[in-house]
């Protein structure tokens, strides 16, 4: 029988051995993990060199659009670009895009939580930047009350009819002299998701709705470095990015006070717009126990109202500038549009949506602008949620995917001639038909698809239509017409002036 002296003794002899083993089992599971991980990390797509600890010299460029596609065309549909430390993956053309969004759709649908989290900004609240439970039921709810609000009802073809007079009546009022339509054409965009969210429209000197567009545009045109730095997780307290955060609170303070005001006289019977729809959503969520209690959170409703009101103006505003600085350059074009408005038309009659299965060429004519400029040029970034293969190559979980559109969108495969403007790419052969090939997917793919397509296309059409009714727009004399547009979070026209001449 052993000592108590003698059993201490022991110890110096085998703790070590014990150790020892512990961190060879230890060293052994990493170098596993290690190993698999680095096999995995091999199976990436193809990557462009890159600059160690900064990144792809693509992700930091004032072209973006064209250089994610230029790389495409050397490295193939899906690639590995790097920003900081970071891989990052690219689908870049129409293939790879279909595969990522729509074959495998359930892992290419999370967002990338951006770093740039300032508490203020509740990315939880968000349609647009959140996941999960609270994503599907805020974007189920938004999509609702604009079916029950606008999209294909009468009463909603008669407020953007209502809004286009108000437009054409501002325009009219420059007296066939040069002017910048851009604040003009915001303001009447604006209203139709003013209408539908807040349940009121304004004035387009209003300066509190002025204010409201300019601090929208602050973030819409940040630059892609700008936006890159969003990406980075420390420097939230970088001072560049206080104009961004000025301007949000700003933006969004607007949304928050009209929840509250809402609030103060809801009335369950009489849901008067999407704020409503919002706030009768957490009134019969709140004694729930589970996440859709948090996805309708009473000071997160402003989150999803902000959203729709920002993704409704920014995008629909700046196709319709593109459309207007495309007539300039195509007058031909822009008559056989006019043509095609007297014809089905007329000049008196208010446009309807069902005149666009009647008007094939101005159908063609607005989907070959948000094809040759479109702009949401790539998506706001995803991630996967698990390892994943797609197209022969490995992504591990959390990498973060971006999207390329304008790719899918230039895809010499799909489209003859990507780079001229031709609207009967559109057309059947006999030119009465319009004919979707199916690389069109400007609003997107896949569960993330942009909610307010039918309620944009209406915009666009009934807008369009309207102009086309009462104006003839030609170029002032004096200023080119620059396509090379501005890349930010979305892609814009440079500001350029327009004649507005009455027919
Ligand atoms: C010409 C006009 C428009 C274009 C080109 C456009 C395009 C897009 C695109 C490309 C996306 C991203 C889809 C994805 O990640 O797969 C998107 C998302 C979104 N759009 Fe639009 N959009 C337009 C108008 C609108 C309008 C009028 C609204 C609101 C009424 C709207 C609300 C949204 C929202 C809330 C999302 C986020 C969807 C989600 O993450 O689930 N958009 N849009």
């Known amino acids: 029988m052993l000592t108590a002296t003698e059993s201490k003794m022991d110890f110096p002899t085998s703790l070590p051995t014990f150790q020892l083993l512990l961190v060879f089992v230890c060293s052994f599971i990493v170098s596993i993990w290690f190993l698999r991980r680095r096999s995995f990390y091999r199976r990436l797509p193809p990557a462009p060199w890159y600059i160690p600890f900064i990144g792809s010299r693509q992700l930091y460029s004032s072209t973006m659009h064209l250089d994610l596609t230029k790389t495409a065309e050397q490295y193939g549909g899906i690639y590995t670009l790097h920003l900081g430390t970071s891989p990052l993956v690219v689908l870049s053309n129409f293939a790879a895009i279909r595969e990522g969004l729509v074959r495998q759709a359930v892992d290419f649908s999370d967002r990338f939580k951006f770093p740039f989290t300032m508490k203020e900004a509740k990315l939880e609240g968000s349609i647009l930047l959140s996941n999960g439970i609270p994503w599907s039921a805020r974007r189920r709810v938004a999509i609702t009350a604009l079916r029950s609000f606008g999209m294909g009802k009468r009463s909603l073809e008669n407020r953007i009819n209502e809004e286009a007079r108000y437009l054409c009546d501002a325009m009219d009022q420059s007296n066939g002299t040069p002017f910048d339509p851009a604040h003009l054409v915001k303001s009447a965009v604006s209203n139709i998701i003013c209408t539908i969210?807040?349940?009121?429209?304004?004035?387009?000197?209003?300066?509190?709705?002025?204010?409201?567009?300019?601090?929208?545009?602050?973030?819409?045109?940040?630059?892609?470095?700008?936006?890159?730095?969003?990406?980075?997780?420390?420097?939230?307290?970088?001072?560049?990015?206080?104009?961004?955060?000025?301007?949000?609170?700003?933006?969004?303070?607007?949304?928050?006070?009209?929840?509250?005001?809402?609030?103060?006289?809801?009335?369950?019977?009489?849901?008067?717009?999407?704020?409503?729809?919002?706030?009768?959503?957490?009134?019969?969520?709140?004694?729930?126990?589970?996440?859709?209690?948090?996805?309708?959170?009473?000071?997160?409703?402003?989150?999803?109202?902000?959203?729709?009101?920002?993704?409704?103006?920014?995008?629909?505003?700046?196709?319709?500038?593109?459309?207007?600085?495309?007539?300039?350059?195509?007058?031909?074009?822009?008559?056989?549009?006019?043509?095609?408005?007297?014809?089905?038309?007329?000049?008196?009659?208010?446009p309807s949506v069902a005149d666009r299965a009647h008007m094939p060429y101005t159908e063609a004519t607005l989907m070959e602008v948000q094809r040759y400029r479109t702009v949401a040029p790539y998506l706001p970034p995803r991630a996967v949620p698990r390892d994943v293969e797609i197209m022969g190559y490995s992504i591990p979980k959390g990498t973060q995917i971006w999207v390329n559109l304008w790719g899918a969108l230039n895809d010499p495969s799909h489209w003859v001639n990507p780079d001229s403007f031709n609207p009967s790419r559109f057309l059947s052969d006999d030119g009465q038909q319009v004919v979707v090939p199916e690389a069109f997917i400007p609003f997107g793919a896949g569960r993330r698809a942009c909610v307010g397509e039918h309620l944009a296309k209406m915009e666009l059409f009934v807008f369009f239509t309207n102009f086309m009714q009462r104006f003839t727009f030609i170029r002032d004399g004096t200023s080119g017409l620059d396509m090379t547009g501005k890349i930010g979070i979305t892609f814009v026209p440079r500001p350029y002036q327009t004649i507005a001449v009455r027919r």
């Open 197 to 350: 969210s807040y349940g009121q429209r304004y004035d387009y000197n209003d300066p509190v709705f002025k204010s409201l567009l300019a601090n929208l545009d602050v973030f819409f045109r940040a630059s892609a470095v700008e936006t890159i730095l969003w990406g980075l997780p420390f420097v939230n307290w970088f001072p560049p990015l206080n104009k961004f955060k000025a301007a949000f609170e700003a933006a969004t303070s607007f949304s928050r006070q009209m929840v509250q005001s809402h609030r103060a006289t809801f009335d369950p019977d009489n849901i008067r717009d999407m704020i409503d729809a919002f706030i009768l959503e957490r009134d019969k969520h709140q004694d729930a126990k589970n996440e859709l209690k948090e996805a309708f959170r009473e000071d997160l409703i402003w989150r999803a109202i902000h959203d729709m009101f920002a993704a409704g103006t920014d995008t629909t505003t700046y196709t319709i500038l593109w459309l207007i600085l495309l007539l300039m350059k195509y007058p031909d074009i822009q008559t056989k549009v006019q043509k095609e408005v007297d014809d089905v038309i007329g000049q008196t009659r208010p």
